[in-house]
Antibody, heavy 119, light 111 residues
Framework: EVQLVESGGGLIQPGGSLRLSCTDS????????VHWVRQAPEKGLMCVSR????????IYEDSVKGRFTISRDNAKNAVYLQMNSLRAEDTGVYYC????????????WGQGSLVTVSS | QSALTQPRSVSGSPGQSVTISCTGT?????????VSWYQQHPGKAPKVMIY???KRPSGVPDRFSGSKSGNTASLTISGLRAEDEADYYC???????????FGGGTKLTVL
């Protein structure tokens, strides 16, 4: 059963902006931390950002600090990743993944959204 | 934030056992009992196989087991089956203000 669905990816020129969305069809969205995890082509996984349940705490990987902004709207069961000043090295599949409040593992993942930064 | 270290590939024949190691530091794997393992088939999203070092989510076969010693966690798959062929990633919590850290991934080939 697919609960997380990403959207918003695509081809963008270096320096451009994209906003990814992640929507959750489940019933307890506000109990979850949500992470964005990037997988570069033929590469491994990397945590890019995460946001806590009420949106007041956000964490970023060093290479995206100042360029990416994570946010959420619990009324819409949605998390967003605003990506500005995009670089070629930001290319990859972006997964949203959720973590239930007192746990420390990803219990569900979206199908991924491909972002390609290229001129 | 440095990635955890995993072997790039391991292999085994059906019915055999394989172990995948995941080496971190005293700031991640060594500091917390929050290591998880994910299986990823080509073109698919990762799926959790082990969490909190040793726990299995419901539906994951007991052929999958985990352990930790110091800064190194391990995933053991016993009774290898063809469907176990996939990429495996370890992941560790690394503190309140730090992104979680993944290993580089290990490709398991079932011969």
């Amino acid at each position: 059963e697919v609960q997380l669905v990403e959207s918003g990816g695509g081809l963008i020129q270096p320096g451009g902006s994209l906003r990814l969305s992640c929507t959750d069809s489940g019933f307890a969205f506000s109990r979850y931390w949500v992470h964005w995890v990037r997988q570069a082509p033929e590469k491994g996984l990397m945590c890019v950002s995460r946001i806590n349940q009420d949106g007041r705490m956000t964490i970023y990987e060093d290479s995206v600090k100042g360029r990416f902004t994570i946010s959420r709207d619990n009324a819409k069961n949605a998390v967003y990743l605003q990506m500005n000043s995009l670089r070629a090295e930001d290319t990859g599949v972006y997964y949203c993944a959720r973590v239930l409040d007192t746990t420390f593992y990803f219990d569900d993942w979206g199908q991924g959204s491909l972002v390609t930064v290229s001129s | 934030q440095s990635a955890l270290t995993q072997p790039r590939s391991v292999s085994g024949s059906p019915g055999q056992s394989v172990t995948i190691s995941c080496t971190g530091t005293s700031s991640d794997v060594g500091a917390y009992n929050f290591v998880s393992w994910y299986q990823q088939h080509p073109g698919k999203a990762p799926k959790v196989m082990i969490y909190d070092i040793t726990k299995r989510p419901s539906g994951v076969p007991d052929r999958f087991s985990g352990s930790k010693s110091g800064n190194t966690a391990s995933l053991t798959i016993s009774g290898l089956r063809a469907e176990d062929e996939a990429d495996y990633y370890c992941c560790s919590y690394a503190g309140t203000y730090t992104p979680w850290v993944f290993g580089g991934g290990t490709k398991l080939t079932v011969l």
